[in-house]
């Protein structure tokens, strides 16, 4: 089987807006890896609005993948709390997410993107997460590491936990007869390393210092330990903008966050999982950026790509 790893895709009416024709060039080329499922690691959208989601959604739908059985998403940050983009946005960014309702945010892509949990495994019939996709002998366990707002732990959204109470309900899971005999591959948006960028000068050193403090995944350890023991053998995830791999208490983990916006700006990424008896194999596909699509704007806001002429 081929799973195909996609994150950090950003759509918006707003903001990046060339982010939408560049997700159809990396859809294109993800056709040609002919994969027989996808994965998006959260951050779909760049502010959380349902629009924005639906704009998603109509992507996969045009390309003919929006179904359980061909596609997988998960929650980021960006789809809960949205993001900054302008410099007004970030003196009001703090309060916004202090005021952001948080279950509210969940239920809104849950609402969106209800079709894709079609048949899913779950611990508990008023979460929706952990959940389990079986896939064959594939087991594919999504987390949410989207949390709550804290003055002090989490001021801006952007640092993650998976809590005690999904813990217990992802052990749950991982102990039922359905999972015995799977190859387990967990979904989750955070990361679990520290990225390999180095400061270039004081701003960038305090940029990163920031960065340091606010884009982690807080309390990782107790997960780890529960993933390991539990023979999981890939982590897919996302979040920071790089693709990359490397391990963690002998699991595997697969970093896609730089898809569409990863440090060259002139290429698009896509991981590639392949898994068979006894093997797996992992692999970081490139290509061009640049679309061969025309950027269109309706006068109702909605934006679409149409094939160049």
Not at 4 to 13: E, G, P, V
Not at 18 to 41: E, Q
Not at 264 to 292: F, Q, W, Y
Request: charged share 25%.
């Amino acid at each position: 089987m081929k799973i195909a790893h996609l994150s950090d895709l950003h759509l918006s009416l707003d903001h990046h807006r060339g982010n939408s024709p560049r997700l159809r060039t990396a859809l294109d080329h993800v056709a040609r890896l002919n994969p027989d499922h996808i994965v998006v690691t959260g951050d779909l959208t760049w502010n959380a609005r349902e629009s924005e989601m639906r704009l998603v959604r109509r992507a996969f739908e045009e390309y003919g993948l929006f179904s359980a059985e061909k596609l997988s998403v998960i929650p980021g940050n960006h789809d809960v709390f949205g993001g900054v983009h302008t410099a007004e946005e970030a003196l009001n960014f703090y309060s916004r997410c202090k005021w952001t309702p948080f279950e509210e945010g969940l239920a809104v892509f849950q609402r969106v993107f209800r079709d894709l949990f079609d048949g899913c495994l779950h611990a508990s019939r008023k979460q929706l997460f952990p959940f389990v996709k079986i896939l064959g002998d594939i087991a594919l366990i999504g987390l949410n590491s989207v949390t709550r707002h804290s003055s002090l732990n989490n001021p801006f959204g952007s640092n993650g936990q998976v809590g005690r109470k999904q813990r217990e309900r992802l052990a749950l899971l991982l102990s039922t007869r359905a999972l015995k005999d799977k190859r387990k591959i967990v979904l989750v948006h955070h990361h679990f390393h520290k990225p390999a960028w180095k400061a270039t000068g004081v701003l960038s050193g305090l940029w990163l210092a920031f960065e340091n403090k606010t884009m982690k995944l807080r309390k990782k350890q107790p997960l780890l330990r529960l993933l390991a023991r539990n023979r999981v053998e890939l982590v897919l995830h996302g979040h920071h903008h790089d693709n990359c791999e490397y391990t963690r208490n002998g699991i595997r983990f697969m970093n896609a966050g730089g898809t569409l916006m990863g440090p060259d700006p002139t290429m698009l990424s896509v991981n590639l999982a392949k898994v068979s008896e006894g093997d797996m194999r992992t692999e970081i596909n490139h290509m061009p950026a640049e679309p061969p699509y025309l950027f269109v704007v309706t006068p109702q806001g909605e934006e679409f790509a149409a094939h160049a002429a």
